[in-house]
């Protein structure tokens, strides 16, 4: 918590903040010409440059109630990270654009850049540059680059049908600890508070599995049935997921304290939760597929329903189409509203 008499972003001036928030920020082993100058310069050894933006919005992403500085930082810079590593690419930067309030303390913003810098620094990722605005919420804007290291990107088009389906990470811990945020018991398991104010995702996964021939992948932000439908839909084909009793036993007992004391269940959120930022590709039948990842599912064939001609269910759970119910995060549902994550992301939040 802030104290009242600490400085807020109204009692400093642009050039304060950023020379509160540059010496946090890590260089990078690709950075040529740091912040400073119009624009920064970053080394492309592959002469391809994979890049990708998300944002994260006060009220929508996070609540700072919950989360610190430090936090959002932390999380901006993983989920970020790990749509490169869902190409089978290395990342090489990040460029940041925040918007404040002029309430927000000084030290949040400070708290924010130590956190992307947590992150970065260890993987040689630098903080290369961006933009700072007053605005009524925070917002963090992030883009990242990436190098393929003379890879092809994995594509979600890629997967055929006869292919294992594997994922690397953990399934349901952020949409738990964010249950239990929203429930006011925190206090439960902050081990999975954690896991959704600081996700960990298994970024060298990605360049690894590219390595090893993935044919097909993304990063599971959404949910697992919905980034498994876009693959799905992407390579037109069926993806059956095994059962989660068995393809994710690990986290259903990991989970299975919080979903008893919230009175929810545990495998919605490894099938629906968002957030936990793990890998989902797709690797030919034979492969080695490599660890961390774990086989979960299969490849089939997208064939039409007899009697109507409609394509059947794209994502199938044991052999079965899932429930009625939400597949996961969507931004756009109707009634969308309040933090994301979990598998009732798409309803509207207390």
Do not use: K
Not at 154 to 174: F, I, K, T, Y
């Amino acid at each position: 918590m802030s104290s009242p008499d600490e400085p807020t972003v109204a009692d400093l001036s642009e050039d304060d903040l950023l020379a509160l928030i540059f010496p946090q920020l890590p260089l990078g082993v690709a950075t040529l010409v740091p912040p400073g100058d119009d624009a920064a310069v970053v080394a492309v050894p592959d002469g391809r440059v994979v890049v990708s933006t998300d944002v994260l919005v006060e009220g929508r992403h996070f609540r700072r109630r919950w989360s610190s500085g430090e936090d959002v930082g932390r999380r901006a810079a993983a989920q970020n990270l790990a749509d490169i590593a869902a190409m089978g690419a290395r990342p090489t930067a990040l460029v940041v654009a925040l918007v404040i309030p002029a309430d927000l303390p000084a030290s949040w913003v400070e708290g924010l850049a130590r956190g992307l810098a947590a992150v970065c620094a260890p993987l040689g990722v630098g903080v290369v540059g961006g933009d700072l605005s007053s605005g009524p919420v925070a917002v963090v804007a992030v883009t990242v680059h990436g190098d393929l290291e003379g890879r092809d990107p994995v594509l979600r088009s890629g997967a055929r049908p006869g292919d294992v389906v594997a994922h690397a990470g953990v399934g349901g811990w952020s949409a738990a600890g964010l249950a239990l945020l929203e429930a006011g018991r925190g206090e439960l398991d902050i081990g999975l508070v954690g896991a959704y104010l600081r996700p960990e995702p298994p970024l060298a996964a990605g360049p690894l599995a590219a390595g090893c021939g993935a044919t097909a992948m993304l990063d599971v932000s959404d949910g697992l049935l919905r980034d498994a439908g876009r693959i799905a839909r992407a390579s037109d084909v069926v993806l059956d997921l095994d059962e989660p009793a068995v393809s994710f036993a690990a986290d259903l007992e990991r989970l299975a304290g919080a979903a008893v004391a919230l009175g929810a269940q545990a495998r919605d959120w490894v099938l629906t939760g968002g957030e936990d930022h793990g890998l989902l590709a797709t690797f030919p039948a034979g492969a080695q597929v490599p660890a961390p990842f774990r086989v979960v599912g299969r490849v089939r064939a997208a064939l039409e329903d007899e009697g109507t001609g409609a394509q059947v269910t794209r994502v199938l759970v044991a052999g079965v189409a899932p429930g009625a119910g939400s597949p996961g995060w969507d931004h756009f549902a109707r009634g969308a509203a309040g933090v994301r994550s979990g598998p009732a992301a798409g309803q509207p939040r207390r």
